[in-house]
T-cell receptor, first 118, second 111 residues
Framework: GAVVSQHPSRVICKSGTSVKIECRSL??????MFWYRQFPKQSLMLMATSNEGSKATYEQGVEKDKFLINHASLTLSTLTVTSAHPEDSSFYIC??????????????FGPGTRLTVT | DAKTTQPTSMDCAEGRAANLPCNHS???????VYWYRQIHSQGPQYIIH???NNETNEMASLIITEDRKSSTLILPHATLRDTAVYYCIVRVGGGSYIPTFGRGTSLIVHP
C-alpha cells in the first residue's frame, strides 16, 4: 500500500518555541491531507484538512494561528506548532488521501510524531 | 456518516480467532464499512473495507450482516502483535469524506 512518512518521529522542545512537523506521501500524490491530534488513552481528533495550494480548514476549537498548516505540494504538508506550551504535548498524526476514483479515495496514515513540550 | 458502536475492550488468546463486532444500524446504502487499527504509539493502519459482501484479505475477514446494520472483523489466528485499538468506521466512498474516529475496541491478545 501507499506510504506516508512523518518527521520527526519524536521531538522535545522548550515552552515558547515553535516546532515543525513534516508529512510526506512517498509514492503517491495527495491532494488532501489531514492532521490529527491524539492525547493519551483517547481517540484521534481531527484538527484540520488541507488541500494542496489552498488554506487549511480547521475544526472547531483548533486555533489556526497556533497550528500553522502549509500544504505546498502534492507530496508534502507541514504542521507548525507555534509558541508551544506543555498542554500542546501530544501525538500528532497526519493522513493523506488519494483523490482519484481509481484509487477509491483511500486514506493512508503516517506513523505519528510525539511532541513533548517542557 | 453513520455512527458506530463498538465494545470498549476485548481479549483473546494467542492463536485463537478474534471476533470484533461493530453496530452501525443507521448506515446508508452508499456507505462502506471500514476497519483500521492502531498499535500503541503508531499511526492507524488500514485493515479492510466492504459494502455489503463479505471480504477477506491477508490480514482479516469482514462479515457484514444482510441488513448491513452490523459487521464483524475476524482475525483468524490472533498473535500478540495484533494487540491494538480497532476502529470501525462507516463512510461514503467518494472524495467528500472527512475521516473521524470513535473510541474503538481495545483488543488485548494474551499468551
Amino acid at each position: 500500500g501507499a506510504v506516508v512518512s512523518q518527521h520527526p518521529s519524536r521531538v522535545i522542545c522548550k515552552s515558547g518555541t515553535s516546532v515543525k512537523i513534516e508529512c510526506r506521501s512517498l509514492d503517491f500524490q495527495a491532494t488532501t491531507m489531514f492532521w490529527y491530534r491524539q492525547f493519551p488513552k483517547q481517540s484521534l481528533m481531527l484538527m484540520a484538512t488541507s488541500n494542496e495550494g489552498s488554506k487549511a480548514t480547521y475544526e472547531q476549537g483548533v486555533e489556526k494561528d497556533k497550528f500553522l498548516i502549509n500544504h505546498a505540494s502534492l507530496t508534502l504538508s507541514t504542521l507548525t506548532v507555534t509558541s508551544a506550551h506543555p498542554e500542546d504535548s501530544s501525538f500528532y498524526i497526519c493522513s493523506a488521501r488519494t483523490d482519484s476514483y481509481r484509487s477509491s479515495y483511500e486514506q493512508y496514515f503516517g506513523p505519528g510524531t510525539r511532541l513533548t513540550v517542557t | 456518516d453513520a455512527k458506530t458502536t463498538q465494545p470498549t475492550s476485548m481479549d483473546c488468546a494467542e492463536g485463537r480467532a478474534a471476533n470484533l463486532p461493530c453496530n452501525h444500524s443507521t448506515i446508508s446504502g452508499n456507505e462502506y464499512v471500514y476497519w483500521y487499527r492502531q498499535i500503541h504509539s503508531q499511526g492507524p493502519q488500514y485493515i479492510i473495507h466492504g459494502l455489503k459482501n463479505n471480504e477477506t484479505n491477508e490480514m482479516a475477514s469482514l462479515i457484514i450482516t444482510e441488513d448491513r446494520k452490523s459487521s464483524t472483523l475476524i482475525l483468524p489466528h490472533a498473535t500478540l502483535r495484533d494487540t491494538a485499538v480497532y476502529y470501525c468506521i462507516v463512510r461514503v466512498g467518494g472524495g467528500s469524506y472527512i475521516p473521524t474516529f470513535g473510541r474503538g475496541t481495545s483488543l488485548i491478545v494474551h499468551p
